[in-house]
Structure formats: C-alpha cells, structure tokens
C-alpha cells in the first residue's frame, strides 16, 4: 500500500476516534453523527465550537436532516444549514445580538425609519440568498438523481444488448449472473416482505425437508428480532396468525441449540478469520500467557490434542514453539478472536475439529443442493443432477471456465479467440474475434481467470510433481507464484480447497458417466455422447450438431479407456467390493447389464403401458418414434421408415426391402405433420420444459432457430404424447417400481425417455421369449421374431429375425443372461449359509430378498429349484469361500473342496429352520435377562433379531419349550464359551452346575460333573471361532478407531462387513455385544499394535500397554501390561506376522493397479498406515517402492 494512502487512512481513523467518545459528540443525535463522520471520511476538520454549537438544534430540525440524508444532500450542505439554525436558536447568545443593540441605539438616534428600511433590505437580501441556495440544492438533488438514472439505464441497455446477442447466437441468458450481490438481496428481500404480508400458502402437508421454520431465512429472522419476528413465529408458512407458546419454545430451541453458527454474521466472521491457525486463538494465547511453558494447550502439535489439552503429550517441536512464542509476544492479549467455533454460541471454548470442519464445509458451501438452481437441475438431469455427484456445489460448469479457454486467456488475453466468443459453439470454432461475446460479458469471465489464475496448467503441474512440498500453486498471487518468493502462504483452508480442484478437474462434459454409458450402448448412433456442445450432449441433438473428428476420436478413445466408469460397473463396485465380477473385468462386457429397470418384469409393464401408448399396431408400425427420427436424419436415405414391413424397418435393411412408392409418399406425408414425435423434441421438452425451443414449435423449426410458438391445445397435445404412463418401470427406484409407485415417485422425463429406446431395442428379453427360448431353443416362435408384435403373436416362422439378429439374441440368452439379481453375493451367502431356510435368496424379488421376506413373499416353487441348481454349480462364489481364498490362497480349506457346501457344514443343524431361537445370541438372552429377555421370547427370527418380544411374543407353550431346553443347553452361551476360551479350566462360568450358579460365577464352588465338562469342552472346541470373521484385523481397527458407530464390524454377515453396510445390514444386538466383549479383550490384535510389535519388538508403546487408553497415547513403557500377558500377545504376533512382505496382499495389488505411482495404500511405509491409506502421509523409502513395483510389474496377474 503506497505510504500517503496508508497515512491518509490513519489520520481518518485518529479525527474519529476524537469525535467517537466526546460527550459533545454523543450528545447529538444519530443523523448529525453520521453527517460528521462523512466530514471526517472526506478529509473535513470538526473543532469544538462547531459541536458546542450544533447543541442547539431542535428535534424538529433534527427530523428535517432526516430528509436531507433521505434526499442525498451534500453533507457540507447540510451542515452549513444546520449551524445557521443553530445560531437562530441560541437567541440571546448568538453573535448578532450585539451588533444589533448597536445599529438600533445609534440608528434611532439619527433616522430611525432609515434604520428599518435597512434592515428590511437586508432581511429581503438574505431571503433571496435563500432562496437561490434552495434553488440551486434543488438543481443539485436533480443532478444526482439523473446520473443515477442514466447510470441504471445504461446497465440496462447494456444488459439487453447482451441478452439479445447471445440469444441471437441460439445462447441461453441469465440477468442474474450480472446482477450485484446487492440488487438480489434487495429484490429477494422484497418478495420475503411480499409473501409474509399477503401469502395464504399452507404447506402443512408438504414435505420440504422438515419443518419449513428450519430453513435460513425463518432462523435469520429469530436471529434478528427474536419474540418480535413475523415470520419464524407464523403458524404456517407466510400466515398472519402466531404458532402457539409451546411451538415458539420448540423452534427457539432449536434456533439456539442447533443452527446458529449458520447465520450471517458467523460466516462473516470466518471469512475473515478462515486463514489464521488454530494456536493463534484465545484460548491458547490465553493458555500461554498465563502458564508459559507450564501450558498443556498452546504448545500441542496439533489442534486436537491442544483442544484436549495434551500439549504435554503431543508437542510441537522446539522451533514450532519458538515461532508461537514470538507472535504470541507481538499480538497480545486476546490474539484472534473466531466466533464461529465456539463450542456454544459464545462460549470462548471451542467445539470439535471435526465439528469445526463440518461448519468450514457450510461456509464454503453451504445447502447449496437445495436451492433453486439446484432443484432446477435435478428437474432437468434427474439422478444425473449435480447435487447426487458432487459433495460441494460445482461452481465451475460454464463452458468458459474449462481448460481450452483458460489456456487461451492466460496464453492469449484479449487477443484470445475462444475465451471471447458470445457462445461454446463459436469458442469451439475458434471465432471469439468475429463474434465476441458483450463487453460486459468478457468483463466478468476476465474477473473469473484473474481471481483463479492457479487453475493455470503449470501451476497445477507444480501440485502434481511437489505435493505439499510445491510453492507456486500455494502462492498468495499469480506474481507471487511466477517468483516462489513470498512471505506466508495462503491458509489452509484455500490450499485444501486448491487441493481439491486439483484432485477432480475432470472437467470435459462427456466424461459424465451418462455420456459413457450413451458410447457403450449406441455406439455412433448415441444421441448425446458426440455433441458438439454440452447443450448438445443434453439435449440429445449429436446427430444436428456433432463435434469434428478429431475430437469425436478423442473421447472415443477415452471411453474405451474408462470403459469401467459406466454406472453399472460403479454400481457393482459399491455393492459387491471385491466380490463384483463386473469391474474387475478387462473391457466393456454386454453380459453386465444389471440396471433394475431392465429385469423381465419391467420389459414387460412398459410393454403393456407406455408402448401401446406410442406404437400404432399393425401396419402404421413406422409411427414409433425411431421411424419417425431415421426419416427426419437421414431423408430418402433412410433405411429403417422407408421398408416395407416392421422387421425390416428394425434390421435397417429397408433400402434392400422396401415398401412401395404410395405407401413411402403417404408416410412422407404423415411426417410430415408428425415431426414433432421424434425423440430429439421429446429430449427438448423433457430436459428444457417450458424453456425448450423445438418441441412447442408451430412448424418444422430450421437448425438453430426457434420457429413461431404453437396455440396452447397444439402444445397440450404434444405434452400428453410426450408425458411417460405406467406404474412400473419408469418409477425412481426398484423398490416403488415392485410396488407400483411410479405415478407418486417417477424417474425424470430424460430418464424415461432412455429407458423405453432401450426397451425398443430389446424387447425379446421379456420373460416371454426368454421362456420360450428355454423350452424351445431355436425352435421357439416368440423369441426368433422379427419384432414384438410377432413374437407375441409366435409368428416368428411367418416373420423371423434375420439370422444374425437371431443369433445375437441365442449368445445373450446363453450367456450374457446370466444377470438375475439373485446370483449376486450377497444372496449366494445366504443360501450357503442357511440353506431352504435363506429368507434372501428365496424372495420374489430383490426389495423382499433385501428385507428378508423370502417366506411371505417366495419365488415360484420352479424358480427356486433354478436357484438352488445354480448355487450348487456356484457355491465356490460365496463371500464366505473368496475370503477363505483370500486369506489362505489355494491352501484354504473351502477352495480344496469339489463339492458344495452342504448346511452341516456352515452351521449348527439345531439351529436351522425352526429352532433358529438356538443360536448363541438368544441362549445368552435367556441367560442373562430370563424372562425379560427380549430377543428369545419373540415370535420369529425377526421380531427376535429386532428385540421385539415384548411387543411380538411367542405363544405361552412355545416359550415353555425353550426355557426347557435352555435350561440343558445355557452353557452354549458365548458369555461362557468366551470364559472357556480366556480361562480355561479355570472359568467360573462354563463350568457351573446350572445357570444360577454361572450367573454369580460360582463354577469354582458349584461345579458340574467332570463327564458333564469334557461333554462342554468338546463342544467348545468344534464351535470355536467358526463364524467369527469379525475377528480379523481390519474389523478389530474398525472397532478401535470408530466403536459403536463403526460400519465394518456391526455388520451382520461378512460381505456386509468388507462393504461397511452395518448400518443397513447390522448384527442383532446380542451379537454385537458379544463382539463387543471380545474386543476389549483382544484390541491389542489390530494391525497398529502388530506393526508396533514388529518395528520396535520390546520397546513398542503400543502392543505391551495394559489397555486401550495407554495404546492410544502410547504410553506402554509406563502403564505396560504383565509380563505373561504380553508373552501371550507376543506368540499370537510370532503366529500371525505377515513379514515385511505385507504389501503383497491383494488389497495393494489392486491399489497399484488401480492409481499406479499414485495409489495411498501399497506406498505406505507399514501394514497399518497401508491399511488405512496414508501412503502419503506415512511413505515408505524410495529404494523399497521401487522393489515392490518390480514386484508388482510381475505379479499384476
């Protein structure tokens, strides 16, 4: 900052803080202030006599200033009026009254009617004075009031002229992105006061994501006038009438409680505080100050620890501490004050890291997937929507803001011919210099580079190579970065969000999984993925508006490069994990169509719904809507309208088939007043709606022109052909499509329109013909058809397919078929796992298999035969035998095995079927709570698994039953197996005579017989540790680094658990209190402690302390455990210890096949920070990762 504006700004700030505090000063009222303080603003001295003076001025005056400010009235305007008002008032005391005694003594002595005179003439000379004042202050406000309104209307023209440039150009304009800040708060702020004086809305019943009194601008207005507000205190949204008391104490509550570090002010306050580091705060200034080298909380490593005050146990270095020291020294007292972090509004403590990330994550962020642009998105792209994709709102999706264009504006500038252009399409064609875009247009996406000048290649480059260690893209400014010589980097808070951009900027449109799956599935006739524009991909019109060649070639490559990033293959990788044969392909498989919308039982509701709805029977067959696009693409060319019957209109061979020239004249003509049923305007409307330009067009409009607007009954008649119908297969998700719930829930209008050009295309996988396929093989008269009609009809050696189609048709059903729901892991673990009795695999379909309904809602008898068939030639396919193979290679003792497994072989048979209530979880139940067991008393499997006995009991006798045979069998219960298994013959559970004695462990004095104990022990020993896959390392660190809320070792079943879904599919609670008891005992089995033991043996911290807490803080040289204790820690090591070639397991193989040099699982330096994916942050050394790269370049396979 130049030296004399720095001094002009301290002498501004010094003459304020002279008036601010005068008594003299605070004695006037609020609009003199203000007008004093402008003066001072401007340079303008304010002495004493002048506020001892403006002592005297009225309240009436006083309202007067009012208006003047009101009118913008220059304030040395205004103050000269006030002080000639202010000597008026003072009366006696003014200056005048002197003079005037003087002139009227000596005036009356001489001529005292000249006297008079003279003062009327002065007294006229003063009011004209006035009155040109008035006149030219009147002048002045009409000055001011005329450029403002010249200004706004060059704005406006401004804005018109570029409105109705882009528009002319076939852009989209949007004011708003030109609008100030401020002109949309105050237009905002004008529809709140509209709607909260006059709306009668009552949204009562409308689900608007909780209660309406949550959202911001209702906290905003308790925040801001607490009991007095008019809107948080409605009854409903926007009425005049008050909620009740009990209702205003409820959302108080939850304004106070919940939500106010939300407002406004709060993120002003880290928006400006967002760059300072966490030690420079009060409470550790303070920390400081008061204790020096004493304190526990200024001189942690990290913010963490200093919150928890662990300074002592965690410290920075020296250096570090050094550095604190020195600013703590120079910013004195309270260093920086946040407001936003505070534990509770306004308390100087602080609230959790993790907390305080959740907040920073608002600030930048906010809910910005529920405001309008975001709703309008979803309306448009469905599941596609920004707000499903991405975690922080995309703010960089304009075509400007991509690389080609800022590497022409950083590289070019103003002579750039593609940042410049008025739209994508003429940037692409490198036009900006014949068609640019308005200038104030250019203006703000010159503003944009300018403040992102690190998304330059280069800087990025200096990421990519340096990591943390770079310094040109952590640079303040561009100048800064160009030098690497700057005082302080930016914050932490921008560099992660650099970070981030650098990690995603992914940025080309057609790399969206959509535009993939669009390569993948129509191959060149793909409506989307070949756009020239990203409008053009959305819109479906590729074929009118295509990209050149050599770009078309481009992402051609790429997608058969990311082949793997279709949804379906994604969606197999976040069901299944490991266990998905889809993504761990090599390429693009057909046989991988897994979709839920393309099961038999949704072919066939389109096919009974919405196809009789758009598919004239018989012989007008070419009015479906692909006819009608092969003729307006491709004119007398065209291979598919122009044949003679459906088959060949569908195999494209009309040229070599076709009808006759009346029948081809008679549907040129039918065309030619159909035109709008070609799914290109069916994409417009179903993307763009009411903004959409060809499908409300009166007639044919001309490539890139919207033609004249039909009538309203023209328009509603196309809508009601486009608008998808039936209750089935265009619904949101599987679940309300099985239930017939698509006309409440229903997929986009994009999405249904894709889905029935699939259905178009492969209506033979219909069960029908699938069946008939089946039963008949090649001699079926449904499935070889030429088209849909004649398979129904099982006319297919009237009308066949041609041999090739029929053949394509033979391989998908022998092959590619093979992608029934029920054959994915999940549900071949439930029938190896319980047999007939799977409440999974025997569903109907995959909602009841998911809430393991299989029994209320079975499968046709035939069909579960199939099933149970199919299992039994794939068992080897269970999650149960891929972790065996995983764990033990070919050595494991299910991948040794030829035959299935059979249900002896995977559970106790007592506890198959009916006596499920014999499963360990419920023996402990009973043992534990007797009567008021929760989970042994229920009626069923569920009712017991969900502890609902007491509301879901079974019948008086049934219970009577199993007490009985809990009463022989109580020592099953994992309670006592556990004390078998720690203490051997010297439990005093397992061993007891009977259960009262086990419950006050009292074996030792009440023993069973010794028959009865070996009976126990054999018991023991062919149960142990059977089912107990929870036991393994990675859910023992779950547990441990996560507790009850962890989602791997919750889980109730194994594949469950590898995915982390023990939130949707958790254990039952005894069980996970069983789990629970055997970590405690056995945490010192997670990876850390193991790889502590294997890197310092004796001297590790972790493996030998007593118990958790000490692991934790690393304090096993203090608090270690006994010496036998850690003996037997040290064999259970010897036994398990994978040596240092940990990083050969499959995990890290995949992990380097996936991200190469990159990946943050086989770089790490040991077993625990690989596990976790710290390869980053905890490297191994250079010359080990080149050896197991070597290792890895052999071993890929």
Known sequence: MPGDVKEDMNADAAARRELVGNNLFENLGDPIKNILLLLTKEGKEVDEGTLQLLQHITVKQLAKVFDMLNQEEDPETILAWLKRRARKNKGGEDDWKEERKKLISTGAERDPIAFYKAI?????????????????????????????????????????????????????????????????????????????????????????????????????????????????????????????????????????????????????????????????????????????????????????????????????????????????????????????????????????????????????????????????????????????????????????????????YFKNGNNGKKWTAIIEVVGIDNNGDKKPAPSIEKQKREDWFKANWWKQPEIKDDWKKNGKTGKAWKAPTEADAKTGNYPKPVGPTEQRAREDWYRTADEEWWKQPRYIEDYFQNGDEGRHWSGKTEDDGNTGNAHQSPCDVPQKKKREDWYKDNWWKQPKYTDDWHKNGALGDAWCGKSDSSKVDKEWWKQGTFIENWSNTHKQKTSPEGSDWWKQPQYVEDFYRFGPNGKKWCAKDETHGAEGTGDQNPATPDEKEAREHWYGDNWWTAPKHALDWATLGPRGQTWKSADL?????????????????????????????????????????????????????????????????????????????????????????????????????????????????????????????????????????????????????????????????????????????????????????????????????????????????????????????????????????????????????????????????????????????????????????????????????????????????KPATDPEKEKREDWYRKHADGDDWWKRPEFIDDYQNAGPSGKKWTAGNPTAGALGLGHECPASGPEKKKREDWYKDNWWKAPSCADDWAKKGANGKKWGAVDPDATRGENGDTKPATDPEKEKREDWYRKHADGDDWWKRPEFIDDYQNAGPSGKKWTAGNPTAGALGLGHECPASGPEKKKREDWYKDNWW
């Open 120 to 408: 009327e003439e002065a007294n006229a000379a003063k009011a004209d004075e006035y009155q040109q004042m008035e006149e030219e202050r009147s002048q002045l406000r009409l000055a001011k009031m005329k450029e403002r309104e010249n200004a706004r209307q060059k704005k406006a023209d401004e804005m018109e002229q570029a409105k109705k440039a882009v528009e002319d150009e076939g852009g989209w304009w949007k004011a708003t992105d030109h609008m100030p800040e401020k002109d949309k708060n105050a237009i905002n702020d004008a529809f709140d006061k509209f709607a909260t004086r006059y709306s009668d809305f009552d949204n009562t019943d409308k689900d608007q994501d909780g209660e309406w009194w949550k959202r911001d601008p209702f906290r905003r207005d308790w925040e801001r006038n607490k009991g007095n507000g008019k809107k948080w205190t409605a009854v409903i949204e926007g009425a005049k009438d008050k909620a009740t008391d009990a209702e205003l104490e409820v959302r108080e509550e939850f304004y106070k409680s919940n939500d106010w570090w939300k407002s406004d002010r709060y993120k002003r306050d880290w928006d400006a505080t967002k760059d300072n580091d966490w030690w420079k705060e009060e409470p550790y200034i303070k920390d400081w100050q008061q204790n020096k080298h004493e304190g526990v909380r200024w001189k942690a490593a990290k913010e963490e620890s200093g919150l928890e005050s662990e300074g002592n146990t965690y410290p920075a270095t020296p250096e570090e501490q050094k550095r604190r020291e020195d600013w703590y020294k120079a910013n004195g007292p309270s260093g920086v004050v946040k407001k936003w972090n505070a534990a509770t509004e306004g308390d100087p403590e602080k609230c959790s890291v993790a907390e305080k990330h959740a907040r920073e994550e608002f600030y930048r962020n906010g809910d910005w997937w529920k405001n309008d642009d975001a709703r309008q998105d979803f309306k448009d792209k469905g599941l596609d929507c920004d707000a499903l994709k991405f975690a922080a709102q995309p703010k960089d999706r304009e075509w400007w803001k991509q690389e080609p264009y800022r590497e022409d």
């Open 701 to 1005: 409009p001309e490539p890139g022109k919207a033609g004249s607007e039909a009538p309203e009954d023209v328009k509603a008649q196309r809508e009601d052909w486009y608008r998808p119908i039936g209750d089935m297969w265009r619904a949101s998700g599987e679940e309300l499509g099985f239930a017939k719930k698509a006309a409440e829930n229903p997929c986009t209008p994009a999405e249904a329109i894709r889905r029935d050009e699939w259905y178009r295309q492969n209506w033979w996988k219909a069960p029908e013909f699938v069946d008939d396929w089946k039963k008949n093989g090649s001699n079926g008269k449904k499935w070889a058809a030429g088209n849909e009609d004649a398979g129904k009809k099982g006319e297919a050696d009237k009308d066949p397919a041609s041999p090739e189609e029929q053949q394509l048709r033979d391989d998908w059903y022998r092959n590619a078929g093979d992608n029934e729901w029920w054959k994915e892991p999940q549900y071949c673990e439930d029938w190896a796992h319980n047999g007939p009795e799977g409440a999974m695999w025997t569903a109907d379909n995959r909602p009841n298999a998911n809430r393991r309904g299989g029994k209320e809602h079975p499968c046709p008898i035939k069909e579960k035969d199939e099933r149970d068939a199919w299992y039994n030639d794939n068992w080897w396919k269970t999650p149960t035998c891929h972790d065996d193979w995983k764990k033990n290679g070919k050595a494991g003792p299910l991948c040794g095995k030829k035959k299935p497994l059979t249900t002896l072989d995977r559970q106790d048979p007592e506890t198959i079927g009916d006596g499920w209530w014999k499963k360990p979880e419920y023996i402990e139940d009973w043992l534990k709570n007797g009567d008021g067991g929760k989970h042994w008393t229920g009626d069923d499997p569920v009712s017991a698994a969900a502890g609902l006995g007491h509301k879901k009991p079974a019948s008086d006798p049934e219970k009577e039953k199993r007490e009985k045979w809990y009463k022989d069998n109580w020592w099953k219960a994992p309670s006592c197996a556990d004390d078998w298994a720690k203490k051997g013959a010297n439990g005093k559970k397992w061993g007891a005579v009977d259960p009262d004695a086990t419950r006050g462990e009292n074996g030792d004095t």
